[in-house]
C-alpha cells in the first residue's frame, strides 16, 4: 500500500511527510501492525473519523493516538476512564494533550532503549565514501501524576561552551518529540519533558564525524567471460 497526499497549494513537505508518518502509526494502533486493504476496506467508517479529527481544512490536528482513543474507539469498544466531556476539551485544547490527568501506577518505572544503525557506503576500491550512525532514543514510561523529566547529552556544543576537555559526540541534528521543551535544550542542552504515558519515541538523531567502524567490508569482484558465442 501507498500512502499519499496532494495539495492545491506550495506547502511545507516536512509537514506532509510528518502528517503521513503519524496517519501510518495511528493506523498502525487501530489495525494492528501487519494492516492490509481488507482491513482497511472493514474500517471504513473507523478511518473517516480518524481523517475528520487529525486534519482540519488541511491542517494537521490532534495526532495523539492516546487522546484518539479516549472518543474514537472500534465499535462496541468502550474506552475505559473515560474522562468527562470538559475534561477531554481541556485535554485536546491544552498544552500537554499527549497526556491526561489523574495518572496512577502502582510503581514509578521508566525504561530507556537507544537504538542505532550503522549506515556504510563504500567504492569499488574498498574506501569509505560516506558512513553515517542514526540513533532513536525510546521510552516506556510507567510514572503517577504530571512528572518533570531532564536528561543531560554530552555532546560538542555543551563540552566547548563549559572548557571541558572530554570526548564527545558531535550530534549533526536530531528531532524531539513534541513534548520535550525546545526552549531549555536549545539554552543548556538539557532535554526537559512531561512524557506520555507508555511507549513513546523521545528523540531521532544523526551522526557522521568521528565513527569508529564496527566491522570491515573488502570487496572483490571477479569477472568471468563467458565462452559461448
Known amino acids: 500500500m501507498f500512502f499519499v497526499a496532494v495539495t492545491r497549494s506550495n506547502v ?4 506532509v511527510f510528518e502528517y503521513l508518518y503519524q496517519l501510518v502509526r495511528i493506523l498502525k494502533s ?12 472493514n474500517n ?22 492516546d487522546v484518539l482513543k479516549l472518543y474514537i474507539n472500534l465499535g462496541s469498544v468502550k474506552a ?11 485535554q485536546i485544547t491544552g498544552a500537554i494533550d499527549w497526556r491526561r490527568e ?49 536528561f543531560g547529552l554530552n555532546d560538542k556544543l555543551v563540552i566547548e561552551k563549559e572548557g571541558q ?33 507508555g511507549e513513546f519515541e523521545l528523540m531521532k538523531y544523526r551522526v557522521t564525524d568521528n565513527i569508529d567502524l564496527p566491522f570491515r567490508i573488502i570487496p572483490a569482484v ?3 567471460q563467458s565462452l559461448t558465442k
Open 165 to 197: 576537555r572530554k570526548p564527545g559526540v558531535d550530534i549533526d541534528d536530531c528531532t524531539f518529540h513534541r513534548c520535550v521543551r525546545l526552549g531549555k535544550f536549545d539554552a543548556d542542552r538539557t532535554i526537559t519533558f512531561i512524557p506520555p504515558d
Open 102 to 150: 489523574g495518572i496512577r501506577h502502582k510503581k514509578n518505572e521508566v525504561y530507556i532503549d537507544v537504538l542505532e544503525s550503522v549506515n556504510l557506503l563504500l567504492s569499488s576500491t574498498g574506501n569509505v565514501l560516506r558512513n553515517e550512525v542514526t540513533g532513536a532514543v525510546q521510552m516506556n514510561t510507567k510514572l503517577t501524576g504530571m512528572p518533570e523529566c531532564k
Open 80 to 90: 475505559q476512564d473515560e474522562p468527562e466531556p470538559s475534561q477531554l476539551t481541556s
Open 12 to 15: 511545507n513537505p516536512a509537514l
Open 44 to 65: 471504513m467508517t473507523l478511518i473517516y473519523e480518524l481523517m475528520d479529527e487529525t486534519m482540519d481544512f488541511g491542517y494537521p490536528q490532534n495526532c495523539a493516538v
Open 222 to 224: 571477479q569477472e568471468e
Open 30 to 41: 487501530y489495525l494492528g501492525d501487519e494492516f492490509d486493504e481488507n482491513a482497511m476496506r
